[in-house]
């Protein structure tokens, strides 16, 4: 069966291209995920839709973590900030990867 990954961040945009990344890295390894992005204030309502396997949540709205996880029984951490702005797509895979395995 087929894992969902949802990433978020403040407006989606960034958390887009990270997954361009992810896609490319997780083709490479032949490892069969599907991965989306949203924006902060959609999580819950993405969550409910989607229902991913994990959630990873941008840096910049890691102060949102809490509340987040109130809202949604999944899985979820923030993305290495280094990670994060270097677009570091099979890094990020692997993160979602683990917390899955968790």
Known sequence: ??????LACAGGMSSSL?????TKAAKKENIDVNIFATNSSAIP???KL???SVILLGPQIKFL???IIKEVNVPMEVID???YGTMNGENVLHQALSLMKN
Do not use: C, G, R, S
Not at 1 to 6: A, C, P, S
């Open 18 to 22: 990270l997954v361009t990344k992810m």
């Open 81 to 83: 900030m280094k990670d």
């Open 45 to 47: 309502q993405e969550a």
């Open 65 to 67: 973590f809490n509340n």
């Open 1 to 6: 069966m087929t894992k969902t990954i949802m």
């Open 50 to 52: 989607h229902h991913p």
